[in-house]
């Protein structure tokens, strides 16, 4: 009679342990069986550094990269868009040759480390390029410029960056260009909304077949460029504001209007874009002088700069932030399906330029978020649509309106 007792009492116990394996072991299937794509990186900053080797698997430690090729493989991540960041700073003509000057910099180390580790991975530039990459064994390198800054108020720079290989472009950063408004720029809107040059590239960019990137614009640009595009439109890294009440993500009502157009929004896993900082903390003072330093440093050395993105790493080892979860993260997923549909939504992590979570730290772990959406219940094709489905479906369509 103990027996049986003490076998009641352990069955529970058996009982979750094989839910947890059942888990497990579904997620590994259905995330290996999706076409998996991240549309938000920033680990072409780290290509420059010459101690750096992509090809190398390395243990996740504070301040060092979240993305190399061996832990794309382990985390079942198939395809990446390789951001080439340029902060906005003063728009001068100086200033805008040297932001040129740094993207194309960055853009040739995403080609050389695809050269070097050709076993590995490979520089894509269409939908069809992703998945015969991926049949192939290798990650799908995609490439992004994030901050149309570079362009300056050239129309020629937007096809220039085409026939470079990028295939998205984000129209400004945290403060207005010359194509548009920012979300986040301080002396607020200059040209409330898209300018007239701006005009002109997102036609460039729709004639091209180039796609055209939301996230960072703000509420007023975004609805300009929804009524200017013939094509739909994605925001690469962005979360819900119902959720958490940040300028970078978007209302329900964006959410909406971008359903209609047809785009799609990559889920960011930064943390203030997933729940709301708790800004009276010393590392977020100390971060957002930084990034103050940063905007009114204008034109660097490579070593001014290489010492700005030091301090930026050094400062996450000193101030360590109490990370949001995947579930916090899924919740964005949640409140998007619920209100607008499955077919709109998918996952742009932010590696790199600040995104992680408490479990999901870097691309080794991309499958955890797999688990979370087969405990909320999603199913196998739902899935699919979120690690990269809706993404390539309005990928596809882009390349398909393009004029040439």
Request: proline share 2%; charged share 30%; net charge negative.
């Amino acid at each position: 009679m103990q027996k049986i007792h003490s076998l009641t009492l352990l069955l529970p116990i058996f009982l979750l342990f094989a839910s947890c394996q059942s888990i497990d072991e579904k997620a590994e299937k259905i995330h290996n069986h999706a076409f998996t794509v991240d549309t938000h990186v920033d680990t072409p900053y780290h290509l420059l550094n010459k101690d750096f080797d992509i090809g190398v698997a390395h243990p996740f430690k504070k301040g060092g990269s979240r993305v190399d090729f061996p832990r794309m493989k382990e985390g079942g991540l198939d395809g990446i868009f390789f951001a080439a960041f340029t902060s906005q700073i003063e728009r001068t003509e100086e200033n805008i040759l040297a932001a040129r000057s740094k993207a194309d910099e960055l853009i040739d180390s995403i080609y050389s480390a695809c050269t070097k580790n050709k076993d590995q991975a490979e520089v894509a530039l269409s939908v069809a390029d992703g998945y015969r990459i991926e049949k192939d064994g290798k990650r799908a390198i995609y490439i992004g410029l994030e901050n149309g800054f570079p362009i300056g108020t050239e129309i020629s720079e937007v096809e220039r960056y085409y026939n470079k290989g990028v295939r998205y472009i984000t129209l400004c950063h945290t403060s207005n260009n010359d194509i548009c408004d920012s979300s986040t720029d301080k002396n607020g809107e200059e040209f409330n909304g898209v300018s007239t040059f701006g005009e002109q590239v997102v036609d460039e960019m729709n004639d091209l077949g180039i796609l055209i990137d939301v996230s960072h614009i703000s509420d007023s640009s975004f609805y300009d460029v929804l009524k200017l595009s013939k094509s739909p439109v994605i925001a690469s890294h962005s979360c819900a504001r119902a959720i958490c009440d940040s300028p970078r993500n978007l209302t329900d009502d964006m959410l909406k209007a971008l359903s209609k157009n047809g785009g799609v929004i990559q889920m960011c896993i930064l943390d203030d874009y997933v729940k709301a900082p708790d800004t009276t903390t010393i590392g977020y003072k100390k971060e957002l002088e930084l990034r103050e330093r940063y905007r009114k440093a204008g034109k660097m050395t490579e070593e001014e700069e290489q010492k700005i993105w030091d301090e930026w790493r050094q400062m996450q080892i000193d101030y360590p932030k109490d990370k949001p979860t995947v579930a916090d993260a899924v919740d964005h997923i949640d409140h998007i399906v619920k209100l607008v549909g499955i077919d709109y939504v998918g996952i742009g992590t932010d590696f790199d330029g600040g995104g992680g979570l408490k479990d999901c730290v870097d691309v080794s772990q991309m499958m955890n978020i797999t688990k979370e959406l087969l405990r909320r219940d999603y199913s196998e094709e739902e899935i699919g649509k979120i690690w990269g489905g809706n993404f390539m479906r309005v990928f596809k369509r882009v390349e398909e309106l393009a004029s040439n």
